[in-house]
């Protein structure tokens, strides 16, 4: 088993009777709901700061970096303050900000868990990226330190609230393709070792599992809402050219099988060595829907086929971040329902963790636990 995602203890980061103690910090308000950006990267200089310029209800209010010039280029732009910019070492002042409502994690993924316990210790909501964190007990810590702490966590799954994937769960949920049968999903693409925002994507320490945790994840979770249930076995497979250096510590190509309790089989593949995509199917008994590309940050296509003809399904197109900012605001306002809490990223870690196990034992069955139930269905909530 690959040691990445995997059960290991939690250590220093004191979750506990602390987290309660801040718990009331943070006010009932009305209003705008102020965030704070974790680390100002690509993701968080490429779309989601600039994102905020499209939010109804969420506001950029502070920015947490270990670069200052960068920093502080950044809050000029977007007319924050100089006393809105903290590093990771006064993290932890956040506590007493009240502009702070929300912290949104844009960190590597090893960091998920240290700083979204140490913002829900804080008395702050936390939007987290995905993957969650690298190991289940982290994602666990995170789960607990949120009830503790009486704070929400959502998980940033972005197409839980984009207009193409709604339309395909609604379609799927419709039953106007017949029994869905096969769903496949191919998440790939092209990782270069020499770009920093790669370089800890290829270590298992900090990525928790390479193009699967990074790109494949979407396809856990997509098989999972398109069909609407959860899956019982897997059995995965990899090829990984070790003497590629990007390959020295995760897998590169690992195709999986989910199989669902209702019969169907979801095919899903990933790679950090393969032309960009980022698209499903669903095959069921009379219809097929094809999303290609489905899932990048715009320019996403949606068709029916049926027998050989196929039409376009028309989409309107969104800022993706702006939108999944604005339902954490509504989600802390208490006007929508928290559709990607902590748990739904748990349930894609235990299944990633259920695909390696699959691979380091050759592509034997694994089990999995079918039992989980998501508590609010995306094609139902998100309008
Ligand atoms: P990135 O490497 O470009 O950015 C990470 C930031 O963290 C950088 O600014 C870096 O300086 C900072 N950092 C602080 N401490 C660090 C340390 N010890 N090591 C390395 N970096 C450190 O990564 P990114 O592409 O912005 O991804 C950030 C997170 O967002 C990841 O969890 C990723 O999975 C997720 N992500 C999600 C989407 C999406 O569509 N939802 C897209 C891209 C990335």
Redesign the pocket.
């Known amino acids: 088993m690959n040691d990445g995602i995997s059960r290991r203890g939690l250590i220093g980061l004191g979750v506990g009777a602390a987290a309660l103690s801040a718990a009331g910090r943070t006010q009932a308000r009305d209003g705008p709901v102020g965030f704070a950006v974790v680390?100002?990267?690509?993701?968080?200089q490429g779309?989601i700061v600039p994102g905020f310029r499209n939010c109804r209800n969420a506001r950029l209010t502070a920015l947490v970096?270990?670069?200052p010039d960068k920093a502080g280029r950044i809050a000029s732009e977007h007319h924050l303050p100089s006393g809105a910019i903290y590093d990771?070492d006064n993290f932890d002042r956040i506590a007493a900000d009240p502009k702070i409502e929300v912290v949104y994690i844009?960190?590597?993924?090893f960091?998920?868990a240290e700083y979204t316990i140490r913002a829900l210790k804080a008395g702050k909501h936390v939007l987290c990226?995905?993957?969650m964190a690298t190991s289940l007990a982290d994602a666990e810590a995170m789960i607990s330190a949120a009830k503790s702490a009486n704070r929400k966590l959502m998980i940033?799954y972005?197409c839980h609230y984009e207009p193409l994937n709604l339309e395909a769960m609604r379609r799927v949920r419709s039953g106007s393709l017949g029994k869905p049968r096969l769903v496949i999903t191919k998440m790939v693409r092209q990782s270069d070792q020499s770009d920093?925002?790669d370089a800890?994507r290829l270590d298992m320490r900090?990525s928790g599992g390479g193009a699967l945790a990074?790109m494949g994840i979407y396809g856990v979770n997509g098989a999972r809402y398109l069909l609407n249930e959860e899956p019982v076995e897997v059995r995965a497979t990899a090829r990984t050219d070790r003497s590629d250096p990007r390959f020295k510590t995760v897998e590169d190509l690992i195709a999986w099988e989910f199989r669902f309790p209702s019969g169907a089989i979801a095919q899903g593949s990933t790679s950090f060595d393969a032309a960009d995509e980022m698209a499903f199917e669903v095959i069921g008994q009379h219809k097929r829907l094809v999303a290609d590309p489905g899932c990048f940050?715009g320019g996403n296509h949606l068709y029916l086929w049926q027998g050989g003809s196929r039409t376009e399904i028309p989409i309107h197109e969104i800022d993706q971040f702006a939108r999944e900012m604005d339902w954490m605001a509504d989600v802390v306002r208490g006007r929508a329902p928290l559709v990607s809490p902590g748990e739904e990223g748990l349930q894609d870690m235990r299944l990633m963790h259920a695909i390696l196990e699959s691979v380091a034992r050759h592509g034997a069955a694994v089990s999995t636990d079918g039992r989980y139930r998501r508590a609010v269905d995306p094609a139902v909530a998100v309008s």
């Open positions: 680390g100002l990267g690509k993701l968080a779309q970096s270990g670069h990771y844009v960190l590597p993924n960091m998920h990226e995905k993957p940033a972005r920093p925002s800890w900090q990074d940050y």
